[in-house]
């Protein structure tokens, strides 16, 4: 193998002349036939300190090529205000998309982008950024001159950024989606019917030209379920499944005769959903399908190789045919070849093996890069607490409202509202009789937990089917048979658990807190304080006034912290099996949710979180809290508490 090219000396040797060609029946690049042998990552899901160990074990599997999708919400969390690796937001350090492919290539890795602007992706809003559910009457992933806008201002800086890494240019990239999946927001049997917008993809298509965008531009559905119908003849067709692989690409060939055939996703594994049990797939249906796309002869991409982890609030959600909402869990390790922590699984051997066997162009491959175990940490004690009026009254927006507002409507973040996190509806100085009832009318969106005068009263913690969940419409709870001032505080505090990210178009007007109305005892609330609860890097670092824990925690809601000490830093998984609902945060870094109902019972906390010294731990937990922190070298997960969303 020492006297193999690399991929690059073997298809630019002489010059670059061309870049991937779709005009015969298979796949040119620089005049050089290829397949291409691709693995999905996203580097908004990975530390930027991991994507070279990610891509290197990608390579040595034998794939020639890297794919991602670029999430707009964290890009341009403001109109007009980017983020690409230093514009100072919470995500910053996963932003760099420039660096990312830089790696990509000097890893010998080719590179496929699909930027959206939707995404889909398992992704907070399908990556879409939530101030655009502030235009009243935009109509999103259409030719809506509302939503184009936005687009256009965005991909007029996205794009050029991008251009500047074509293969054809001396760069890793070979070609670009336009939109995703659009076929699938058909629906033939809507009153009225829907087709997709094809002036929209015509618009984008554009756009990317524009922009000096020359590479292969491409869609991506399925040819079976949708033909062309989400697509134009100027893009080259690709198919996603998981199954039967034969029936779409046959498919694909009467759609576009004399072209290869690619599944640009082909799903390794499969994402979970909150109360479900952990997707876990076969490895010989895997290996089944994934020899029979490389026999047919076909070129895939695998979605995903190394799925990574939903940080912070970013984690998506569906909607099902029956229109319940099933927001996803943190983790993404998607039961894919490399599993969250970046370790190999039965898959990988799988794909290296067959890659090996099909790909008759050999090239020069690293070594498998060595696995740095998880490490089990000794576990902590929490040592401060803050109580909830204590998070109350630091705050930083205390909202006059006459009315209820949704969280994108809030005038904050320079008028964009919220994305993310909790909301606190309050209403002083109310007089709440024994026995009260306060109703909440439509629903939650997507928790709620009530208090009087900062005490919690709701105690559902994993019943779906109960008050205080997006499940129950008009939801009724007895504030019980306490006595009450007559001139009592009551707050409503919701939870966004992420907004859909796939699915027919009116799925996505989505807005989250509440916004119907409150009830007590059939009287309507008006006159209430908004108060955001985004748990920003910013606010956690300046909180302050943290009581010490004596014999035992306090029980009820509230943030607490731990110190952890570490002579050496080093991945593991933050078990949260003993505590209830809530979020973590590391070093004021927001690492994800965790919530009884399972599967996910553990946090994976990656060792660019943490550093030599000491490290805060701060839980925000909804119910009441355990006692310690535990870590572990390996995912918990736990099905005593799954409810059923079917």
Known sequence: MANLPTLYEFYTNGGITQGLSVDQPYFTLNNKNISIYSGAMHYFRVPQEYWRDRLRKMRAAGLNAVETYVPWNLHEPQPGVYDFGNGGTDMQDFLDIEKFLKTAQEEDLLAIVRPGPFICAEFEFGGMPSYLLREKGIKFRTSDEKFMSHVKRYFNVLLPLLAAFQFTKGGPVIAFQVENEYGSTEEPKANPPFLPDLVYMEQLRQLFLDNNITELLLSSDSPYDHGSVGTLPSLFQTANFNTNPEQQFNKLKTLQEDKPSMSMEFWSGWFSHWSEKKYVGNVIDFKNVYERILKYPASVNLYMFHGGTSFGFLNGANIDDNELYQPDITSYDYDAPLSESGNYTEKYYVVKELVEKYNPIKTKLPELPKVKPPLALPGIKIETYLKYSDIIEQLPYKLPSKDLVSMENLPINNNTG???????????????????????????RDSVNVYVDNKLVTKNVVDLDGFGY???????????SETYNSNATLDLVVGNLGRNNFGSLDQFYQFKGLRE??????QKIEDWEILPMEFKREWIAKLSGWSPVTDQVPVGAGLYKANLILEETG?????????????????????????????????YVPAPLLKVGSNEVVVFEEFSPGSELKFSETPVLGNNFVNSLK
């Open 571 to 603: 991945d593991s998984f933050l078990d949260m099996s003993g505590w209830n609902k809530g979020v973590v945060m590391v070093n004021n870094f927001v690492l994800g949710r965790y919530w009884k109902v399972g599967p996910q019972q553990s946090l």
């Open 517 to 522: 109305g409150v009830l007590l005892n059939e």
């Open 470 to 480: 997006w499940k129950v419409k008009n939801g009724t709870l007895n504030l019980g």
């Open 418 to 444: 919220q994305s993310f996190g909790y909301v606190v509806y309050r209403k002083s100085n109310i007089d709440i009789k024994t026995n009260s009832l306060v109703k909440i009318l439509g629903y939650v």
